[in-house]
């Protein structure tokens, strides 16, 4: 393998694996935030150990979540320097604002959050959770910003001297549609990835309980916990959809060809139906041997457009207007195809939308079984708890695997309205002094690593998440004045 693909892979490894963390983190700090301050306000015990609990899993998290992404940066001026020298003017903004504001923000606040439980008066302790909240989310936003001016650059002009984009305006930069569109898709999605995490682990606890004694003390906790989870599902499950569809009517504007891959939609249709499912080869180059065997008529339309009869362009279509516009060949004289990966873009985006059904079946299932006052008691809710636990996280990284991999072959991608100047292509991104054999031997060794540190992640998470939420404190002040915690802070 040469040198691309490999700092390709690597990159997709790393990526992915950082991510499955980041949406975790961005949506317990709020809810735990969220719970912290409903014990303020009540005083209500059951809500200041829920705090505790939660809180304990995001610290975990969120540490491996930094050592995950500091990687990412090296990347860039390592194997990619090539990306980088031509985007940093414009790409280097949001990612300094990031760390400037947003992560140093974070976690300053976290440590006071940590350690000042019996230093800081509540509000002050409160008020450090939301700093660390508030962090998180902006910092999304910066990442997201920076994300979105490679699928849609603007703000910026080539300059053919230095043969660099270089950025002339950071808010049209930091306001880019495509940021303002995807930013509440994945806070939302954040929301509903830590939503099913809190609401699964409290179902898995109230059958437990309610196995051994109707009676338990803890199952009024777990159930609250259980439905302010599946109630901030159902809030974000609605923004999830509205947002979504935002997007991909953006998307067909702006990376058409994107979508069409989606959608594996060979030749201009109007209307075109959605395909739910389609066998063949959709990795094939020829867009022709997919057969789509179930499809909804004018939905594509409608999704693309708002429009139930409007006409949608086909990949055929769409690689020679793309051809007629940026060129049909590199300088090489090798044939550029800008159909991005059929397999890839398809399947990621049915999956995308597939495995986020668990957790509104967890969520609506939840709120049935716990009304009026009731718990849940039976074995098969718990089963379907522990099994919809991980699927938002990997409806997520779906989502974004679609994102990446259907702006291919560009790694900025050209703006349909602006220069025809600002772009890249991937393989000229990647480095030229940096050998297959340096990547290959890095790749391995982060493979490896980020592989233990997924072990002591899934350890640490489950041996908290299986000791439950700390006993009464009130009565483990009496009965245990001086007992350290398990995990202290």
Sequence with gaps: ?????????????????????????????????????????????????????????????????VATGIVQEFQFGMNWSEY?????????????????????????????WIFGWDRLSKRVHLATIWAVAVGTTLSAYFIIAANSWMQHPVGADFNPETGRAEMNDIWAVLTNSTALVAYPHVIATAFLVAATFVCGISVYWMVRHSRQDLAHPDLPLYRTAARF??????????AILWTGDEQAKLMFEQ??????????????????????????????????EVNNVIVIPGLLSFLATGNWDAEVEGLKELQASYGERYGTTTAAGEEIVYQPNLLITYWSFRLMIGLAA??????????????????????????????????????????WIFTEM????????????????????????????????????????????????????????????????????????????????????
């Design 1 to 65: 393998m040469e040198a691309l693909d490999l700092a390709r892979w690597q990159f997709g490894i790393t990526t992915v694996y950082h991510f499955v963390l980041v949406p975790l983190t961005i949506g317990l700090s709020t809810l735990v935030a969220i719970m912290q301050t409903a014990w303020v306000r009540t005083g209500n015990e059951k809500w200041l150990r829920m705090t505790k609990f939660f809180g304990k899993l995001l610290l975990i998290n969120f540490a491996l979540g």
């Design 84 to 112: 980088s020298r031509f985007v940093g003017d414009v790409f280097g903004a949001p990612l300094a604002m990031e760390a400037l504001l947003a992560f140093f923000l974070e976690s300053t606040f976290l440590g006071l």
């Design 229 to 238: 989870g599946a109630w901030t599902m159902i809030v974000a499950g609605a």
């Design 255 to 288: 990376q058409p060809i994107k979508m069409a891959a989606a959608e594996a939609l060979c030749h201009t249709e109007q209307p075109a139906g959605f395909s739910v499912l389609a066998i063949g080869h959709p990795g094939a180059d020829d867009c022709l």
């Design 358 to 399: 668990f957790s509104a079946a967890l969520a609506l299932t939840v709120l049935w079984f716990t009304r009026k006052g009731r718990f849940v008691t039976t074995e098969w809710m718990k089963t379907l708890a522990i099994v919809s636990l991980p699927m938002p996280f990997l409806a997520a990284s779906f989502g």
């Design 406 to 489: 259907g702006r291919q072959p560009f790694v900025v991608a050209p703006n349909p309205t602006g220069s025809d100047q600002i772009l890249l292509m991937t393989q000229f991104g990647v480095s030229e002094v940096v050998s297959a054999g340096t990547v290959l031997t890095s790749m391995i060794t982060f493979t490896v690593v980020y592989a233990v540190l997924g072990v002591f992640w899934f350890r640490l998470i489950h041996r908290y998440a299986v000791e439950g939420a700390p006993p009464s404190i009130i009565a483990e002040e009496v009965d245990h004045p001086t007992r350290p915690m398990s995990f202290a802070y």
